[in-house]
């Protein structure tokens, strides 16, 4: 059984910086301390990974120290037991960590928000909801295939990336 280390989604409690955004279900959050892809409970797909048929079973380190059993997809992607998914209101979650080694992304993320760059030219624009980022889920099904297909080819870094790259650009108003 594998084991993973992630930002548990509850472990926050963001004050509302722009109250008129609302988070659709839709929506995907862009976690800088999540290092999978988080997806959703899917009832039939679950038992399908207990019995051995896709995917397998994994522990997952959440931030507070729990350590909780789930199942990591054939596509890379951990599912919370029914249990822990409604205790959790778990969402689709997609980790800077494997956009950038992954898929070459380069992060710029300033006080308008978060933006994804990809080597194929690609800009993917968050918006901010309580000081948290997320994409669109039409803006993410392409980012998931490709995450995808990275896990089942063993998660190879992206051959063009040297480092994990954030670039970070300070504005001050003394300038």
């Known amino acids: 059984m594998k084991t993973f280390g992630m930002a548990s989604q509850n472990s926050r409690e963001p004050r509302s910086y722009y109250r008129d955004d609302k988070v659709l279900d839709s929506d995907v959050l862009v976690d800088s301390g999540a290092n999978e892809v988080v997806r959703p409970y899917n009832e039939s797909w679950f038992k399908e990974i207990t019995l051995g048929l896709k ?3 994994c522990k997952v380190s959440l931030a507070g120290g729990t350590v909780v059993v789930a199942a990591i997809t054939q596509y890379g992607e951990i599912m919370f037991p029914k249990e822990a998914s409604s205790s959790m209101d778990t969402k689709w ?3 800077v960590c494997r956009l950038t080694t992954e898929l070459g992304c380069v992060i710029t993320w300033d006080r308008r928000g978060m933006r994804l760059n990809f080597p194929s030219g690609v800009e993917i624009k968050t918006k901010i909801v309580q000081g948290l ?3 669109s889920w039409e ?5 998931r295939e490709a995450l995808g297909k990275s896990h089942r080819c063993g998660r190879q870094a ?12 300070p504005m001050y108003k003394n300038e």
């Open 55 to 57: 995917g397998e079973l």
């Open 93 to 95: 979650i997609v980790p």
């Open 139 to 143: 803006d993410f099904k392409p980012v």
């Open 158 to 169: 992206y051959d063009k990336v040297k480092a994990n790259r954030v670039e970070v650009n």
């Open 133 to 135: 980022c997320y994409v």
